[in-house]
């Protein structure tokens, strides 16, 4: 009988026990660490700014080791070159010319009482980056590294006596910045193809233009530079492409480089900035035939879309 009663009594035992231990390592989510320190989020950040008027961005810092802040607190922070060659990998890049670029503050990132992040505004000299051809690739970088803060320590790492990372470097952040165009995204393709006999009269026409948009073809276009994009098509044929050239003034477009075999590619357009709607009337040689296009290319999504966050 005695048996009876004794394993529900250590099975309840056995839960209670169970219950308290559990709750022990729970205790380390819900108090403050001993220290607080600060520290960037991503080492290896890669941006890709939209050539619009305003090409600014954020790079900040986070506070870590409470769970409320409850006094402004801040960071400090250099820009060091040697950063680009002491960190594997970054030497492929270039320092940010210093006259591409202003800081909302040269040396100090603020973090806000309530707040765990403090930050800084980048902005780019819209001409000066935009002009240079290289920064439409992963060409510049802006290497900051944290000097001095209000809070107990700065994250910079642990080594044994080896030289063995413990705990990694979170002190600095290498920044890579790149632009793509504001003209650029994927668009819906429509229009007209008409092929031409030798005297200019029509022997063939494929049109292409559903009623309902989304059932039309894509087109991709990609960035050459601030106000040109390569298509990913000409007219009806999806194995060749040209260059349209945007006038940020008037808003008319040209045309020009084609890719090899098209050849006699004249042409113009305009484009609709409150729509962004394409349109292009155009000709061309391919095959040994010549073509008359009449194109619409309606924004599917636009180049702030396609952001994402990335790393180098």
């Not at 009988?1 to 056995?14: Q, S, T």
């Not at 902005?123 to 060409?139: E, G, Q, V």
């Amino acid at each position: 009988m005695r048996n009876k009663y004794i394993k529900p009594f250590l099975l309840v035992l056995g839960s209670l026990s169970l219950v308290f231990t559990s709750c022990e390592p729970y205790e380390d989510f819900t108090k403050d660490f001993d220290k607080t320190t600060v520290y960037f989020g991503t080492q290896k950040p890669l941006r890709t700014i939209v050539s619009d008027n305003q090409m600014d961005f954020k790079v900040g810092v986070t506070f870590g080791g409470r769970r409320e802040n409850n006094s402004d607190e801040f960071a400090d922070f250099v820009i060091d070159p040697s950063l680009l060659n002491d960190i594997p990998g970054a030497s492929v890049f270039t320092l940010l010319p210093e006259n591409y670029y202003t800081l909302s503050n040269s040396s100090r990132m603020l973090i806000p009482k309530g707040k765990f992040i403090g930050d800084v505004t980048v902005t780019l000299n819209r001409d000066m980056f935009t002009n240079d051809p290289t920064t439409t690739n992963r060409t510049y970088a802006l290497p900051l590294r944290i000097t001095n803060t209000s809070l107990d320590s700065i994250a910079a790492g642990s080594f044994d006596q080896d030289g063995n990372t413990i705990l990694a470097r979170k002190d600095y952040t290498i920044l890579v910045v790149k632009y793509i165009s504001s003209y650029s995204g994927t668009f819906y393709h429509k229009g007209t193809q008409r092929e031409l006999n030798a005297s200019g009269g029509v022997v063939n026409e494929v049109v292409y233009n559903n009623s309902d948009l989304v059932k039309n073809q894509t087109w991709d276009l990609t960035t050459v530079d601030r106000n040109s994009v390569k298509t990913s098509g000409i007219g009806a044929v999806l194995t060749h492409n040209f260059v349209i050239n945007i006038n940020e003034l008037d808003n008319t477009l040209s045309i020009d480089s084609p890719s090899a075999g098209v050849t006699n590619l004249i042409g113009s357009g305009t484009y609709a900035p409150l729509t962004g709607i394409i349109s292009i009337e155009y000709s061309y040689t391919l095959g040994g035939k010549n073509y008359q296009v009449s194109d619409t290319l309606v924004i599917r999504t636009s180049p702030e879309q396609n952001l994402r966050f990335e790393e180098w």
